[in-house]
Nanobody
Framework: QVQLVESGGGLVQPGGSLRLSCAASGSIFSIYAMGWYRQAPGKERELVARITTDGSTVYADSVKGRFTISRGNAKSTVYLQMNSLKPEDTAVYYC?????????WGQGTQVTVSS
């Protein structure tokens, strides 16, 4: 079983930056990808970014060029650097870790972009 804990959310003004962190623990050796999803009020959860064990990354078009996903020295830690934040980035951000058999989710961290 994999446990995930997100941190780093908060309130930021448009144009500001935040860095989210996700720490995985438990059965981490079978994880082949970790990523960030977000869910805004009234909307479906959507992929923001993900990174695989070989370092390849994918981003949603809406965040490409503004957000960067990266791994810590330990592959069980993943970060999301968010720059040039927009009000439409406001959402609960969830960390996800994927194995061949299941995906594990964190509890989420709120990101609010507002003046």
């Amino acid at each position: 079983q994999v446990q995930l804990v997100e941190s780093g959310g908060g309130l930021v003004q448009p144009g500001g930056s935040l860095r989210l962190s996700c720490a995985a623990s438990g059965s981490i050796f079978s994880i082949y990808a970790m990523g960030w999803y977000r869910q805004a009020p009234g909307k479906e959860r959507e992929l923001v970014a993900r990174i695989t064990t070989d370092g390849s990354t994918v981003y949603a078009d809406s965040v490409k060029g503004r957000f960067t996903i990266s791994r810590g020295n330990a592959k069980s830690t993943v970060y999301l650097q968010m720059n040039s934040l927009k009000p439409e980035d406001t959402a609960v951000y969830y960390c996800c870790a994927a194995t061949l058999t299941l995906s594990s989710w964190g509890q989420g961290t709120q990101v609010t972009v507002s003046s």
